[in-house]
């Protein structure tokens, strides 16, 4: 492990966390992503760049990072298997960044590296240029095993695996006494290969599995068969973005998860179901009533789902009166991106990764959704500012900074154009 801190680094209330309460906080964000070298080739005249850091999990990792100063910065879990092939600088890059990072020499083989490319929309091409080595649950240690949050990237059916066997692994850490871990905060990057009709009833199948669901634009319309483009302006459109969430969400009204929809120049869209609570009532006899849920049966594929959820604002007897009810009417909400100046974006890529190790660090240290979206789009920018991950160092305070800036003061700044805190 790399897991060097710096004692006389500023306290951790600089990005939003307070100090006290994540004195011994352990891991608290784990990325299954892989780390991988890049080609990146972008439209002329731009030329292409070479063997510059990348990668989901890299880049994830990164964005936990930003909001991790030391000694946080060894709460951010990460793997990086090393090919014969492995440049030095990237050693002493990673180094530098003072994580948890489990680095496992693998001489017998090349690193795997990968070939991007953009259009103009900012989509990306990708293919594999040597053989990826895939992180899977029986790779974590204990240590990392007992992370607060887990990022995947990957097909729904794999993500399923992923979370069943983390799961699994997890149980087996128990302490004599029974005690279990608390349960972590998954998310769900799905790939763009398997973003496709097709897959879409896996995809259904994975989301009661996982806590954030996050595609990009086109991932999610990708699976409503979709290009999830304004057919006039051909620009990314957030009609189809809020169409294709309100219809997953939809279709699965009984279960709890977020979908988080990266949406480029336009930000992401939040999209979350509510539900309901029953307030106490005076006088309960204290048995328990048999779920409404059950007095309909198991679901069928005809199933009238909107019947179903109202069915369930009312107990056995349906006599729950009205104001006995709390609804949560749940989340529908942009973020902004943070840069809304085209010019200040060098490189897209990562940044859609970074936000979302952002996002998994807020949640993992209790953050609402919207704010860890916020701390999201605030990590992307830094990712997307330049070819590969900022540049790391300190001011005249020593204070941590990321080109330049701390990342708290971007993150206020940010704040205040922003309806929340």
């Known amino acids: 492990m790399d897991t060097a801190a710096e004692t006389s680094e500023p306290s951790p209330e600089r990005a939003g966390i307070e100090a006290a309460e994540f004195e011994s906080q352990g891991i608290e964000f784990v990325t299954m992503g892989m780390f991988i070298i890049d080609d990146i ?4 005249p731009i030329p292409p760049k070479k063997d510059v850091i990348g990668g989901a999990g890299t880049y994830s990792a990164l964005g936990a990072r930003l909001l991790s100063p030391p000694p946080l910065s060894t709460s951010v879990g990460w793997i990086v298997d090393k090919g014969s092939d492995f440049p030095t600088a990237l050693d002493e890059l990673i180094s530098s960044w003072e994580t948890a990072a ?6 017998d083989r090349l690193t795997t590296r990968g070939w991007n490319g953009y259009d103009e929309h900012q989509n990306r091409g990708f293919h594999y240029l040597t053989p ?12 990392l095993l007992a992370s607060r949050a887990f990022h995947m990237v990957c097909s729904p059916l794999r993500c399923q695996e992923l979370v069943r066997g983390i799961k699994e692994r997890r149980a087996d850490l128990a302490t004599p006494d029974g005690n279990h871990l608390p349960k ?3 998310v769900w990057e799905p790939v763009p290969d398997l973003c496709t009709p097709d897959e879409l009833l896996n995809c259904t199948n994975t989301l009661p599995l996982v806590d954030i669901c996050s595609p990009n634009h086109s991932e999610l319309a990708g699976f409503m068969g979709d290009n999830g483009l304004d057919p006039e302006t051909d620009e990314i459109s957030t009609a189809s973005v809020e169409r294709a969430c309100e219809q997953l969400l939809g279709s699965m009204p009984l279960q709890s998860f977020a979908l988080v929809v990266r949406a480029g120049e336009k930000g992401c869209y939040l999209a979350k179901n509510g539900g309901r609570k029953r307030t106490k009532r005076s006088g309960n006899s204290g048995k328990r009533k048999k779920p409404s849920a059950m007095l309909h049966g198991s679901l069928q594929h005809d199933t009238d789902m909107e019947a179903l959820f109202a ?8 006599v729950v009166a009205d ?17 809304t100046d085209k010019e200040k974006v060098v490189d897209p890529t990562g940044g859609g990764n970074t936000f979302l190790g952002g996002l998994a660090v807020a949640l993992a240290r209790g953050k609402g959704l919207e704010e860890a979206a916020s701390w999201g789009s605030v990590a992307a920018s830094f990712a997307i500012e330049q070819v590969g991950p900022p540049d790391l160092g300190k001011d005249d305070g020593g204070n941590e900074t990321w080109n330049g800036v701390r990342v708290d003061e971007r993150f206020e700044e940010f704040k205040s154009r922003l309806a929340f805190g």
Request: net charge negative; charged share 30%; no cysteine.
């Open 41 to 44: 080739e972008y439209l002329p």
């Open 102 to 107: 489990l680095i496992r020499e693998t001489p």
């Open 132 to 143: 990826k080595k895939r992180i899977t649950a029986q790779d974590l240690t204990p240590e």
């Open 184 to 186: 972590p905060v998954f």
């Open 311 to 318: 069915g369930l604002l009312q107990d056995a007897e349906g």
């Open 323 to 339: 104001e006995e009810i709390e609804v949560d009417p749940g989340i529908e909400r942009w973020v902004p991106a943070y840069h």
